[in-house]
């Protein structure tokens, strides 16, 4: 198995999923919200509250980490939980 050192791995796209729960009453602001974040695009919505999201990191970018972080902290999202994460190396 070949070692891969941290410059090879930043090289590549990522994107990551996330399961998004807010408040039902919020769904909808938390939904616009989300959509003004770089990166950032909700791709179902349920009337529970429970919304899945994905954010991307271009090659060269290191931005994965805070741009979970933003979604995290946004207004009217009581919790995050990473579902899933892939990288293509570029």
């Known amino acids: 198995m070949k070692n891969h050192d941290v410059s090879e791995a930043l ?15 919020v769904r909808s602001d938390v939904m616009d919200r989300l959509s003004q ?36 902290l946004t207004a009217g999202v009581v919790s995050t939980a990473l579902i899933y994460t892939h990288t293509e190396q570029a």
């Open 37 to 72: 974040l770089q990166g950032v695009e909700v791709h179902i919505a349920e009337a529970s509250g429970k919304l899945i999201v994905t954010v991307e990191e271009e090659p060269g970018e290191r931005t994965m980490i805070e741009g979970i972080e933003r979604v995290r």
């Open 11 to 25: 090289g590549g796209y990522s994107i990551s999923g996330l399961l998004v729960h807010t408040r039902p009453e």
